[in-house]
C-alpha cells in the first residue's frame, strides 16, 4: 500500500511555490516527509501525526488531511537548496511499528 | 555523534554470488531499518529490527535477509544475485521506530550486479 505522491516532478525559478501531495488508501498514523539531494541521503524533513497540527520548518510546511488521508508539503519562495527528490512516508493505523512505506518520489527542480 | 554508516559505500558482483552490507546505526539507537532504492521505485521496506528482533518484513523475496546484534549494528545479506538487485541500499536507524521517531539514513551502499 504505498502512498501516492503528485506531481511526479516539479520545476520552478526561484522565489516561485510548490505544492507536493501524498495520499494514502489506509488510514494513517503519520505521514514522515523527507528530502534526498543527488548522491546523498534522504534527510528527516517533518512530521504529521494523527490529530496534530501543521507544522513548519523555516519557509517549507505541510498540512495533514485525516478525512482524505491526504498530506501536502508546502515549499514557498523555493532556493536553489531545495532541489532534490521528496519523499513521503507512511505508517498505517493497524500495522506495527517499525514500517515506513514511501511514496515513489517527487523530483523538485529550482533554477535561477 | 556520529552519523548512519553503511559499508561498503560500493559494490559490484556477478549474478549468482551473495553480498552482505552492513550498517552502524547512531549511537544509542536500537532500531534500524533497510531501503531499497532505484529509479523510479523510490524506496522499498525490506526489513526492521529493533533490538536484534525483526519487527518488520517488506514483500521481498527470501534471498534477503538481515540481522541484527547486540550493539545494534545491522548486516543484510543477498544471496544467489539477481541483474534486478542492483540498487541503492540504505539503512536508517531511530531510537525506537514508532509513529513519532524520525529516521536517520546513511548514505548506502551502491550494489551493482553484472
Known amino acids: 500500500q504505498q502512498p501516492v505522491q503528485s506531481p511526479q516532478a516539479v520545476i520552478l525559478r526561484e522565489g516561485e511555490d510548490a505544492v507536493i501531495n501524498c495520499s494514502s488508501s489506509?488510514?494513517?498514523?503519520?505521514v514522515h516527509w523527507y528530502r534526498q539531494k543527488h548522491g546523498e541521503a534522504p534527510v528527516f524533513l517533518m512530521i504529521?501525526?494523527?490529530?496534530?497540527e501543521q507544522k513548519g520548518h523555516e519557509k517549507i510546511s505541510a498540512s495533514f488531511n485525516e478525512k482524505k488521508q491526504q498530506s501536502s508539503l508546502y515549499l514557498t519562495a523555493s532556493q536553489l537548496s531545495y532541489s532534490g527528490t521528496y519523499f513521503c512516508?507512511?505508517?498505517?493505523?493497524?500495522?506495527?511499528?517499525?514500517?515506513?512505506?514511501f511514496g515513489q518520489g517527487t523530483i523538485l527542480t529550482v533554477h535561477p | 555523534k556520529a552519523g548512519v554508516t553503511q559499508t561498503p559505500r560500493y559494490l559490484i558482483k556477478t549474478r549468482g554470488q551473495q553480498v552482505t552490507l552492513s550498517c552502524s546505526p547512531i549511537?544509542?539507537?536500537?532500531?534500524v531499518s533497510w531501503y531499497q532504492q532505484t529509479p523510479g521505485q523510490g524506496l522499498q521496506f525490506l526489513f526492521e529490527?529493533?533490538?536484534?528482533?525483526?519487527?518488520n518484513k517488506g514483500n521481498f523475496p527470501g534471498r534477503f535477509s538481515g540481522r541484527q546484534f547486540s550493539n545494534s549494528r545491522s548486516e543484510m545479506n543477498v544471496s544467489t544475485l539477481e541483474l534486478g538487485d542492483s540498487a541503492l541500499y540504505l539503512c536508517?536507524?531511530?531510537?525506537?521506530?514508532?509513529?513519532?521517531?524520525?529516521?536517520?539514513f546513511g548514505s548506502g551502499t551502491q550494489l551493482s550486479v553484472l
Open positions: 536508517a536507524s531511530s531510537d525506537y521506530f514508532s509513529y513519532n521517531e524520525k529516521l536517520f
Open positions: 489506509k488510514a494513517l498514523y503519520s
Open positions: 504529521l501525526l494523527k490529530g496534530g
Open positions: 512516508g507512511t505508517e498505517i493505523i493497524g500495522g506495527s511499528y517499525g514500517k515506513l512505506t
Open positions: 549511537s544509542g539507537h536500537r532500531s
Open positions: 529490527y529493533f533490538s536484534e528482533t525483526q519487527r
